[in-house]
């Protein structure tokens, strides 16, 4: 799977949003982004995953550019219960899809 | 509430003990992992089960012993650990792994182990 860069921490004020970015400069045709996100002492969640197109649901946006080398995280309205760290993960779709290699991911801070 | 549960949240436990990890879920899925996480280490896959095979052992040393009995329950047996072996032990199911389909997966909260 492709190797992800995130910058180790951020901060955010609540209820702004909050924008996490993710390169993957070596991503394959067949790669999906993934995030997933751990609050302290819990275990990981999934938020979304896209592959091209842009993708919103009810947590977040993911924005994927357009060469597909980096992604951004849109959490439009981000709350004290958003601090965590952020997983940007690549996956590939064509073969056994058991795996998710976690990187050192971002810690996001949301500050009142 | 992901829908998946374990138990113990805490161990501690002698290098000389026998113990297990359980987890369960009530997702009605059909894969389920152990992931272990290291202070300052990111999360890694230890074992896969997929209809209650074992479809993955990530070199997993021996001391870790891993079993399902069906697609619900998943257990971690643990005997004659080192202190290295403290660590955040989390489990995950999704729907099934299948080839060329991708599924979320759900995490429980993990048990914290402390091998002393």
């Known amino acids: 799977d492709a190797k992800t860069t995130q910058p180790t921490s951020m901060d955010c004020a609540e209820g702004r949003a909050a924008n996490l970015p993710c390169n993957h400069s070596t991503i394959s045709g067949n790669e999906y982004v993934y995030w997933y996100r751990q609050i302290h002492s819990q275990g990981p969640q999934y938020i979304i995953h896209?592959?091209?197109n842009n993708e919103t649901n009810e947590m977040a946006s993911l924005i994927i550019t357009e060469d597909r080398k980096s992604s951004t995280l849109i959490l439009p309205h981000a709350t004290l219960r958003d601090t965590a760290v952020y997983y940007c993960?690549?996956?590939?779709?064509?073969?056994?899809?058991?795996?998710?290699?976690f990187g050192e991911g971002t810690q996001l801070t949301v500050n009142p | 509430e992901t829908g998946v549960t374990q138990t113990p949240r805490h161990l501690v436990m002698g290098m000389t003990n026998k113990k297990s990890l359980k987890c369960e879920q009530h997702l009605g899925h059909n894969a389920m992992y152990w992931y272990k996480q290291s202070a300052k280490k990111p999360l890694e896959l230890m074992f896969v089960?997929?209809?209650?095979?074992?479809?993955e052992n990530n070199s997993v040393p021996s001391r870790f012993s891993p079993e399902c009995p069906n697609s619900s329950h998943l257990f971690l047996h643990l005997h004659t650990l080192q202190p290295e072996d403290s660590a955040l032990y989390l489990c995950?199911?999704?729907?099934?792994?299948?080839?060329?389909?991708?599924?979320?997966?759900?995490f429980g909260p993990g048990t914290r182990l402390t091998v002393t």
């Open positions: 993960i690549v996956r590939v779709g064509e073969t056994s899809g058991s795996r998710l290699t």
């Open positions: 995950a199911s999704s729907p099934a792994v299948t080839d060329g389909v991708l599924y979320e997966q759900y």
């Open positions: 089960y997929n209809f209650k095979e074992q479809t």
């Open positions: 896209g592959l091209k």
